[in-house]
């Protein structure tokens, strides 16, 4: 039989087969999680240490519980294979019993996996889970084993080498040291990589977590695993941790992975909760089909039973932190895995996993972003690109904190034992015109209990290019939880020490710490290297803490300072020490209210004098306010006090006495009824004289509200609905509770949100118009495997032409596109078989108008225009190496499928390098499909065992 003939048989036999266009600019490998990811993984509920018939138990829950709901995979996370492993600590590489082949490739533990004996591996316990509907997954080290290294191991179809040839002891993982870094340079290491997922492939793994390997970002090590997965010819999903990875990776991230981590370990406290949602926003314009940032797991249920983080308990998360959990989770498309012990989920836990209407935003959803974000509400959007309904997140993320974290300018997130360095460097923008800076290090809601914390070289940039050492000024104040704050020495007394290295110039304290300075007012950048003291890290202990930095007043107050109409500002003796005149309009206002705050620190001599307190009319027209009787009136001290000072004295602020005025001390608040006319109040405001020798305190904040001052732990978060494109009426569901709620428009919806709560809606156009059509455009015959492009239009009267088109190949969907400007959108694509399919472009509609389908545009295929290899100008063929084979002859950007005579496909991947190992699948007869930039090849090859 010739090649041509034989050709032609595959080709027949696959056109039963294979029937699919691809998006030729696409990874194939993001066809295997197009949607998020969901699922169940071990570390949170059993840390290191998990066993068989643990993870048994929890797929048996899944698949009786949660498959339906679209959960698949059951992933058994760290070091499984350390036989003695039975705690949660996992960092003990010397006592450690590893269990690996003669490869130097990690087995399961045979005492915590009984079915992985006689060199089973993991193929027994992933049958299990496959013959449960499910899918199973495995982490592993970014790495080499260093036994394989020590014993010299030789590494499979690695042509004589060993482990020792290719690990380099440069970028070890700092909290976990069973692995080296491979050497992408070296003759071996990409064989070594093949080998271990050649392995995995065999076991059946549908899915690998790989640890230390994008925080710090390895990108050499990445592109070698990427391969070794494609070589293998068998999805699976693969999931890079730890985070933070850097933002400016998402491209080389997107190319080579399915999902990637966003931050560090993520655990059960509301402070790494609300610096999630800064996170997100960063993250979420690179959100995209198959390859998703990973806002790590959902500690949720029963954790910690054996795990690396506290006690075995029930998540801490309030259910109100729960919906916010799962609300921005799901309406960010994170992958969601599961954390807790799934046998032991109690039915709260189950509605938050199993809310189909959630999870369909989850799913299908897109243009998911930030909306807005303001005084302690936080709001997110996306589309539902089916029928352009709008969905709606809003959380309010204000209450119970150590510092408030609206207007923070830098957020370092936990840093702990397990962050590279033990700490991060700062280097942000200071906003023009700042006085004050603000250093702050909080517990990350773990405890203070050893968080010795240092501030390393901090320093002031000035507008003139001259830097200033933040240690050569004298601090306002400086708080600390446990011992003193100290200048360039530790919180101990010892010198500043982070991970081993000293330095002489940096502020040791420790968490919860305030520091505040007064700055320049020319600053434009700070800088400064923040992290763990070895007073805290060389305890038996998890020091776990998060540096912030900011330039307003983070500290919380009992009063709602985002209601005032004036606020002074810090007034002490040494800032603004001659006080301050505070202006404050009052039209229309029926009530006021003047406020003194001890500015975040305490009550201690906190004499406050309103010094003449008048209220003006339009025409210039005055009345003293000491001239009117308050409704109510409080002090922190003793008792307000009218034209004297709070000890009697005086009223004389800054050596200057006043006959006028009202005598105070933080806390104070002193209400009025206003009587009609007046538009302007104005007081001068500044500490008694009669505090200026006094040992402590003297610290305070004069505001003035026109409303109540007080705090609601509910808030009102208004969805602006023409905002949105609703110019009309709206009908607003409840997705978590699973009810309509009404009718509205403009700006009539306005929910309550409880503290630290979120609320979830789809909100969908009323008496939309039908007056709109959808073309879809392009060729009806076209080669086989040559790209060709899909043109859609939506047409309409009105201007607004906003939306999504849901592209179909024969019923199934193939794309989701966003409309341009103009109402148009390209897809460009190829068919890999001979027939005919047909293409049909859904709009989705928007708050105009109603979703609209195209005519179906039929498409066929002609194979008159294929060649195979022998015929073109370049050779398909295969060599071997060190007992490999490879396939030589081929480009990098080629796309490669493999077929077996069955026309089974094999493997589907891209080239990436010169060097292009043959899929450990592909044995005996099989045929390339090769599509190029400009041509289709094929070629027919026989390849020995």
Known sequence: MSIRITILFFISTMLVLHARAQDPTEPDFHQWAK?????????????????????????????????????????????????????????????????????????????????????????????????????????????????????????????????????????????????????????????????????????????????????????????????????????????????????????????????????????????????????????????????????????????AIRGERGVDRYTNFTEDEQYTLMSLWSIFKSPLMFGGHLPDNDAFTNALLTNEEVLFMHNSSVGNKQWYRQDGGIAWIADDPSNGDKYVALFNTGGNEFVTTDHLLYRSGPISTLTDDYGVNIDIPIPEGSNTLFLIVDDASDGIS???????????????????????????????EWGSVAVNQSVTGGPLNVDGTVYDNGIGTHSKSIILYEIPDNTVRFTAFAGLDIGGTSQVGTPTLEF??????????????????????????????????????????????????????????????????????????????????????????????????????????????????????SYSIIEYDLPAGYTRFVSLCGFDDEVLGAPEGVSMEFLVFTESPQKTSTITLPVDLPELGFSGDCAVRDLWAGSDIGIFSGLEFAPMVSNHGAELYRIAALDRSDEVSVTLSGPTQVDLGDNFTLDMAVSADAVSQSGWIMLYQDGVDLATLQLDESGKAQYSTSLSTSGTFAYVARYSGNAEYNPKASATLEVSTMVTSTQSAAEASRQVTVYRQGGTPYLKGLEVGDAVQVYNVMGQKLSDFKVRSDVVPIPAAAKGIVLLVIRTTDKHMFALMTVQP
């Open 35 to 303: 949607t998020p990811p969901m699922g169940w993984n071990s570390w949170d509920c059993f840390g290191p240490s998990v066993t068989e018939a643990e993870v048994k138990a929890n797929a048996d829950y899944m698949a009786e519980n949660l498959a339906a709901h679209g959960w698949e995979y059951i992933v058994v996370d760290i070091r499984w294979y350390v036989d003695n492993q039975t705690s949660g600590h996992y960092n003990a590489f010397n006592n450690s019993t590893f269990i690996y082949d003669e490869y130097g490739r990690f087995l399961p533990s045979p005492t915590r996996f009984p079915s992985s004996l006689n060199g089973q591996g993991f193929k027994p316990l992933a049958d299990y889970v496959h013959g449960l509907g499910l899918k199973f997954g495995i982490h592993i080290m970014r790495g080499v084993p260093k036994v394989a290294i020590n014993n010299k191991l030789p590494i499979k179809g690695g042509n004589g080498k060993t482990a020792a040839d290719i690990y380099s002891t440069a970028l070890e993982c700092t909290w976990l040291k069973d692995m080296y870094t491979i050497d992408a340079s070296r003759e071996g290491a990409q064989e070594y990589y093949n080998s271990i997922f050649e392995l995995y492939a065999a076991w059946g793994v549908d899915f690998v977590k790989i640890d230390d390997l994008s925080r710090p970002y390895h990108a050499p090590e990445i592109e070698m695993i990427r391969k070794a997965i494609d070589h293998t010819g068998r999805p699976m999903v693969l999931s890079m941790s730890p985070g933070a990875t850097p933002l400016d990776q998402h491209a080389h991230a997107k190319e080579n992975a399915n999902m990637w981590r966003t931050v560090d370990d993520f655990w059960d406290n509301w402070s790494q909760l609300n610096y999630q949602f800064g996170v997100c926003a960063d993250w979420a314009p690179y959100i995209s089909p198959g390859a998703w940032p990973d806002a790590d797991m959902l500690p949720l249920g029963h954790i």
């Open 450 to 480: 050893f968080d010795h914390a240092d501030w390393i070289n901090p320093t002031l940039h000035l507008k003139d290019g001259t830097t200033l050492n933040l240690t050569d000024l004298d601090w306002e104040y400086a708080t600390a």
């Open 548 to 665: 912030m930095v900011a330039t307003a007043d983070p500290t919380p107050r009992e009063v709602d300072p985002n209601k005032a109409v004036a606020n002074s500002g810090r007034i002490s003796r040494t800032m603004q020490r001659a006080g301050k005149y505070l202006s404050a309009d009052i039209t229309g206002a029926e009530k006021l209210y003047l406020v003194v705050t001890d500015a975040g620190d305490n009550f201690n001599y906190d004499h406050a004098d309103w010094i003449q307190p008048t209220l003006f009319g339009p025409n210039g027209e005055s009345l003293p306010l000491t001239s009117l009787d308050w409704v109510s009136a409080t002090s922190g001290w003793d008792q307000v006090k009218k034209n004297t000072s709070l000890d009697n004295n005086p009223l004389t602020v800054n050596g200057v006495v006043y006959a006028d005025g009202l005598g105070v001390n």
